[in-house]
T-cell receptor
Framework: DTEVTQTPKHLVMGMTNKKSLKCEQH?????MYWYKQKAKKPPELMFV???????INESVPSRFSPECPNSSLLNLHLHALQPEDSALYLC??????????????FGEGSWLTVV | QKEVEQDPGPLSVPEGAIVSLNCTYS??????FMWYRQYSRKGPELLMY????GNKEDGRFTAQVDKSSKYISLFIRDSQPSDSATYLC???????????FGTGTSLTVIP
């Protein structure tokens, strides 16, 4: 079983709704990520938090707002999304340091449909 | 040129076959190499992780890295229908927060 837990597993929201995706990891990792994945495509990086600070924002529209309340938790707040934002949203974590053992672990994903 | 190239397939094999999945890359600084298995509508699951060149075996899976050719492979022996999934390769420089993914290869193992 994955040690990165995401909720909810499925979400349907209207274009005027506000919702949040949640992620939790208990591996002691200090880097956490949000990726977006469309069908038959690789994961596409959205945000990276390193030691609870936002370190990478890949020019993601402001309708996506990340939050890292502590080293184990990561949220993605969603507001006024478009139908083209429908995708699998993946949370991931890794050790936030150089050297051996740096690999990335994914959660099972939150499948988002915008109607 | 993309950092990581992976043949998308689809690849279809009979049960019990040996499967070979491959990725090539352009950045010779990559040091860490990963293979993920992804079932439909689920997150990628880490299968194998290797550092630098060489082979690593885990049960029916063998990961191979040839840094001189900038080429990595995943071999699956005695393939099973439950191996039917998309396989993603990924690489990193050894620096934190930077991971590069292939596009994934879709594999179907026919009973």
């Amino acid at each position: 079983d994955t040690e990165v837990t995401q909720t909810p597993k499925h979400l349907v929201m209207g274009m005027t709704n506000k919702k949040s995706l949640k992620c939790e990891q208990h591996m002691g990792h200090r880097a956490m990520y949000w990726y977006k994945q469309k069908a038959k495509k690789p994961p596409e990086l959205m945000f990276v938090y390193s030691y609870e600070k936002l370190s990478i924002n890949e020019s993601v529209p402001s309708r996506f707002s990340p939050e890292c309340p502590n080293s184990s938790l990561l949220n993605l707040h969603l507001h006024a999304l478009q139908p083209e934002d429908s995708a699998l949203y993946l949370c991931a974590s890794s050790q936030a340091r150089t050297g051996a053992g740096n690999t990335i672990y994914f959660g099972e994903g939150s499948w988002l449909t915008v109607v | 040129q993309k950092e990581v190239e992976q043949d998308p397939g689809p690849l279809s094999v009979p049960e019990g076959a040996i499967v070979s999945l491959n990725c090539t890359y352009s950045n010779s600084a990559f040091q860490y190499f990963m293979w993920y298995r992804q079932y439909s509508r689920k997150g990628p699951e880490l299968l194998m992780y290797t550092y630098s060149s060489g082979n690593k075996e885990d049960g029916r899976f063998t990961a191979q890295v040839d840094k001189s050719s900038k080429y990595i492979s995943l071999f699956i022996r005695d393939s099973q229908p439950s191996d039917s999934a998309t396989y993603l390769c990924a690489m990193s420089l050894g620096l934190s927060n930077q991971f590069y993914f292939g596009t994934g290869t879709s594999l179907t193992v026919i009973p």
